[in-house]
């Protein structure tokens, strides 16, 4: 399946989970990360009960505090 | 209305002959009021844009002395600013560039006791600070005041920005939440922060300003805009106000509440 992920659209193996998807995109801390699937925001706690679609857009937005 | 001298309309005479902006565009700007939270690394730009742009008065918040390691890129303080407190600094450097603007000084920093008397004043809220219990508890006060403003956020080589207009646009906890644990996060401190790249975003957060005050073109409502200047890409991320946000959703919060401190040292 084709997953667009933060812009850039990839081929995936069909049915992973969000969680799966979190490891292969080697993303740090992902309890960390606040997750939009199709506009939509996904809560921490529902993030095991996601499994992705063909043609899901998905974006991790990280946490930036830095402004000294 | 309000005359402007010879000296202000030679002044700004290229923003008055920008089509979008003109003599009444510099009217609102000479009128507006704008609290620069934070005199570091991004309040450093805006505060010096904001003065050089004529807004009529500004406030900048700041507890902090100048520090050596500042110097890198918060570029309204010198060297012979050194242990002298942000705020007078940046006053000084303010008022040479334009003195016809008002700056009044918070030397302080804000907390749930402060916060919303100082927001309420204002007509935009510039977050430059570099903490999350901060940038949380501006968020709150901003919605609770309803005064927009500009989030933003850099690390490394990165940069985030957001414009929120309380209960219209999406908020910083429509799409953060909450805090992150103390230390979960890197910090400029601990991980470091190309200089520049403070300037680039503080540049976009004065210009969001501005554009607010102005009423030009489409502020960064529910969007969150994020560089990488390695790349030198620049993204936008668009979503919606979320109706059961913890801050601004249907029950949204009633007051004002300090979030857990986050210390943002060196750890070294």
Redesign the interface.
Known sequence: MKLTINGDTKELKDGISLPELLIIENVEQPDMVSVQINDEFIRQDEHTNVVLKDGDEINFLYFMGGGA | MRDFSDEELERYSRHIILQDVGIEGQEKIANSKVLVI?A????SPVALYLAAAGVGEIGIVDGDVVDLS?LQR?VIHTTADVSVPKVLSAKAKMEAINPNVKVTVYQKFLDASNILDIVKGYDFVI??????SS?FLINDACVLANVPYSH????RF???TMTIKPHESACYA????SP?PAN??P??SSAG?LGAV?GMLGTIQAAEALKYIVGVGDPLYNR?L?FDAKSMNF?N????K?PKCRVCGGEGIKEIRDYEA?V?EAKL
Do not use: E, H
């Not at chain 2, 977050?127 to 999350?132: P, Q, R, S, V, W």
């Not at chain 2, 429509?174 to 939440?177: K, L, T």
């Open positions: 934070g570091g690394g991004l309040g500042n918060q977050d430059g600070t570099d903490n999350f940038k933003g956020g850099i690390l990165g940069g985030q429509c799409v953060f939440d992150p979960a996060i910090t400029c922060i403070a969150l994020t993204r991320v668009n979503f919606k979320n986050v943002c």
